[in-house]
């Protein structure tokens, strides 16, 4: 082979070796075993349309510490119970909201208690967000970096306590991965895109279609994206096909800027 049938062959292996690895990404993300423990604002993530074996535990209007305490009932009845997913199943990533009504000890505790069950899977925390009408003020309470965050602090959607709460779970765990969703920081960027203009919405209750759960189209597809970035999933916009391709533009765009960020940069790659 000369030299210009070798420089010549060199672009087309390259292009090989990058689809061989893309689709062995795909597959092992199609393989791998997923279990979300929530309420409803995990249910608008959409868990059926997530990459691979995924199984979830969904129970309206609830916090972390109820569920934990309370599994027998959840609200969709299509979950399946934690108790018994986690005892007879080996999970590769089990993802777990937080929400309303705990405090960051009971949290803790009702954390500790689901990942203890499963030693070896990576742990999503997932934010959820907050009521549109309180969204702002939760944001800006406790938001800055180094925010002190005790014991009895109430549970919040705001920056600080996720970064407490990994903190302590590193400690706790140093050996474990772990990432949250940047669910919140995303409504947060939306709000400072409208603020300047660069945003496709007016404000940005227009994502929600009630006080707290995102509309079918827009909002949930932003979310469900947004979990799986943190999964180390691609963007998907299957389930999603009304979504017109500036808005998807736009949404993708918001969460590629976030995941680049410092606060944002414990994500799992794809291996």
């Not at 199943?89 to 929400?99: A, K, V």
């Not at 995102?214 to 943190?230: E, F, I, K, P, S």
């Not at 009304?242 to 414990?266: I, N, P």
Request: charged share 25%; glycine share 6%.
């Amino acid at each position: 082979m000369t030299r210009l049938e070798h420089r010549n062959w060199t672009p087309v292996l390259f292009l090989l070796i990058a689809f061989l690895q893309q689709t062995l990404n795909a597959q092992e993300s199609d393989s791998r075993r997923i279990f979300l423990i929530g309420n409803s604002l995990t249910w608008d993530t959409v868990p059926p349309k997530l990459d691979g074996k995924v199984q979830w535990h969904v129970d309206c209007g609830k916090s972390l510490p109820y569920m934990v305490e309370n599994p027998e009932d959840p609200c969709v009845k299509t979950s399946t119970i934690w108790p018994n997913a986690l005892k007879e199943n080996t999970f590769d990533i089990l993802c777990i909201q937080l929400h309303y009504g705990s405090t960051f000890d009971q949290d803790l505790q009702a954390l500790k208690t689901l990942i203890d069950l499963q030693p070896t899977a990576k742990i999503v925390l997932h934010t959820g967000w907050a009521r549109h009408a309180e969204r702002a003020g939760e944001w800006g309470g406790q938001s800055s970096k180094g925010a002190k965050i005790q014991g009895d602090t109430r549970m919040s959607h705001c920056i600080a306590y996720f970064e407490a709460m990994l903190e302590r779970l590193r400690k706790e765990y140093p050996k474990r991965s772990f990432a949250r969703t940047n669910a919140m920081d995303a409504l947060q960027q939306v709000e400072l895109d409208i603020a300047s203009s660069t945003a496709l919405y007016t404000k940005v209750e227009e994502l929600y279609r009630d006080a707290i759960h995102m509309n079918v189209v827009t909002g949930r597809y932003l979310m469900h994206n947004a979990m799986r970035q943190a999964l180390g999933q691609s963007f998907s916009k299957t389930g999603f096909e009304k979504l017109d391709g500036e808005t998807q533009k736009y949404f993708d765009s918001v969460l590629e800027d976030l995941a680049s960020e410092s606060l944002q940069d414990d994500r799992f790659d794809t291996n």
